[in-house]
């Protein structure tokens, strides 16, 4: 299983999932309409999966369960029914879990956002589900279309998450933060007052395009 060491959390705190998308565009990124609830940008953290239907009590029991850096990663089957709220999250936050993503809806939003505890959701619903059905803990589930397995690596900030095995993090990370320096230094000439059109070769990719030859779009640093 993969471990998170404080060198590896550290570097993925300076990537951005875009980057991460811009070094593997098959990379498994849930789907945004599950969106953060929280105002916690960065959320980094292993795969502690749930599969539950209108009924929390599976959740309840995975949070139990659930270690230190962990983050909660919950498919509801398209419940409608809240599965996870403030108790929950402040709970999730004192065992130092690194987040909570659910592929349905969560309740108490305005609380969420004080706990200082990532949060993800596809929707908001104050009415809560049942506590009466075993669901499974520990599986490989979907969450916003993309298979998630316990052990795979979360990563998410505002723009969305990635989900990313050991292998996929070894041979992608380089990559992102390759693009995410590349990135910083177009910003800083930017800044400087140079213009992103000069940049990059746009006239020469554009030509070749309109030729139907083959080229990519490169930026001249």
């Known amino acids: 299983m993969l471990k998170l060491s404080p060198e590896l959390i550290d570097r993925l705190h300076r990537v951005e999932t875009s980057c991460v998308a811009d070094a593997d565009k098959s990379v498994r990124a849930i789907d945004t309409a599950i969106h953060p609830i929280t105002n916690k940008e960065r959320m980094i953290g292993i795969a502690h999966t749930v599969q539950c239907h209108e009924d929390f009590l599976t959740v309840l029991k995975a949070l139990e369960n659930a270690k230190a850096g962990d983050v909660l990663v919950i498919d509801t089957q398209n419940s409608v029914t809240a ?52 669901g499974k803990i520990g599986i490989p589930i979907t969450c916003g279309g993309v298979n998630v397995s316990p052990g795979d690596l979360i990563l998410g900030d505002q723009d969305g998450i990635v989900v990313m095995n050991e292998n996929e993090l070894i041979r992608i990370l380089p990559l992102a933060e390759e693009i995410q320096q590349l990135e910083t230094k177009l910003l800083n000439k930017i800044g400087s007052g140079e213009s992103l059109l000069d940049l990059c070769n746009l006239s020469e990719h554009w030509n070749q395009r309109e030729a139907n030859r083959n080229s990519h779009l490169k930026f001249k640093i």
């Open 83 to 134: 599965v996870a709220g403030e108790l929950f999250a402040s709970e999730a936050k004192r065992k130092g879990l690194a987040g909570i993503v659910i592929d349905g809806a969560c309740r108490d939003t305005a609380a969420l956002k004080q706990i200082g505890l990532p949060v993800y959701a596809r929707s908001i619903n104050p009415v809560s589900g049942m506590t009466q059905s075993i």
